[in-house]
Nanobody
């Protein structure tokens, strides 16, 4: 059974940093792309960043230069390092494991950027 579990969210002041983790189990993690999405209240879920099995990365324009996605295949874990956080980054962040036959979402972790 595949499981995807996020952690690392919290409350941070503007300009601060957080590191989100996405731990996967029950599958061959290293061969699948992983993405981070976020959803703010009243808004659609949006793609934040994606990393392929060969570690090619893509980012939403709104986070380029501030966020970094990475993966540690030995630990079946992906990360999202978020720096220079802004209030508009406040959202529920979800990890998405792109298994072609059946992609999996985690339950998400809340990030709140506020002074």
């Amino acid at each position: 059974q595949v499981q995807v579990v996020e952690s690392g969210g919290g409350l941070v002041q503007p300009g601060g940093s957080l590191r989100l983790s996405c731990a996967a189990s029950g599958t061959i993690f290293r061969i699948y792309p992983v993405a981070w999405y976020r959803q703010a209240p009243g808004k659609q879920r949006e793609l934040v960043a994606q990393i392929t099995s060969s570690s090619t990365t893509t980012y939403a324009d709104s986070v380029k230069g501030r966020f970094t996605i990475s993966r540690d295949n030995a630990k079946n874990t992906a990360f999202l390092q978020m720096n220079s956080l802004k209030p508009e980054d406040t959202a529920h962040y979800y990890c998405y494991l792109l298994i072609p036959s059946r992609p999996y979402w985690g339950q998400g972790t809340q990030v709140t950027v506020s002074s």
